[in-house]
């Protein structure tokens, strides 16, 4: 059974710092990753997606990598600012399946 | 860009009553959407599978007589929450993957914040 683990489950940095979101999956037979930012009382925003046979994705200030062999996938923020402040999940789409896995979630907060 | 639209943002029920929430994909066509549930503190889960023209596939452990599930068109579902308690008082979420496109990634609605008193 696939389990995706995030960590850390909260994060507190000043503005401006550089930061790396975790996220490790138990099983590799994954067919792309998703991460995804909430914030409270809302939906979930697509930010960057791997497909299996990719290593990595950029998108502005956010650089998500992929290392399907070990399992893990990381979410780089550079010069984090306070609207970055949310939760980020991290899920995998298992092959053969639609189904996604969710992570808890790593709960992020950027101080002014 | 792909987007699914989640109708109502929230809702309160009185406990015995039943709630639809419905859930769109609106420039895209969707021929299977999901229905996650989120507890505080916790990962989203997956309550079901709603496939257009068929019977959804719920997950193990989910009532399908308590969450009525119905997909009637390429871009609409709808789950019903029957006859609710205050147990099912949580955030229901959809999400819809473009049809015929695997290499697309998922989008989900806006959520729904379900109150049963």
């Known amino acids: 059974k696939q389990e995706v683990t995030q960590i850390p489950a909260a994060l507190s940095v000043p503005e401006g710092e550089n930061l790396v979101l975790n996220c490790s999956f138990t099983?590799?037979?994954?067919?792309?990753l998703q991460w995804f930012r909430q914030d409270p009382g809302k939906g979930l925003t697509s930010l960057l997606l791997i497909q299996s046979s990719q290593r990595e994705q950029t998108s502005g200030r956010l650089n998500a990598s992929l290392d399907k062999s070990s399992g893990r996938s990381t979410l780089y923020i550079a010069a984090s600012q306070p609207g970055d402040s949310a939760t980020y999940l991290c899920a995998v789409s298992e092959g053969g399946s639609e189904k996604l896995v969710f992570g808890k979630g790593t709960k992020l907060t950027v101080n002014p | 860009g792909a987007v699914v639209s989640q109708h109502p943002s929230r809702v309160i029920c009185k406990s015995g009553t039943s709630v639809k929430i419905e859930c769109r994909s609106l420039d895209f066509q969707a021929t299977t959407m999901f229905w996650y549930r989120q507890f505080p503190k916790k990962s989203l889960m997956l309550m079901a599978t709603?496939?257009?023209?068929?019977?959804?596939?719920?997950e193990q452990g989910v009532e399908k007589d308590k969450f009525l599930i119905n997909h009637a068109s390429l871009t609409l579902s709808t789950l019903t929450v029957t006859s609710a308690h205050p147990e099912d008082s949580s955030f229901y979420i959809c999400?819809?993957?473009?049809?015929?496109?695997?290499?697309?990634?998922?989008?989900f609605g806006s959520g729904t914040r379900l109150t049963v008193v």
């Open positions: 709603s496939n257009e023209g068929s019977k959804a596939t719920y």
């Open positions: 999400s819809a993957r473009r049809r015929g496109a695997p290499n697309y990634g998922y989008t």
């Open positions: 099983d590799s037979a994954i067919y792309n």
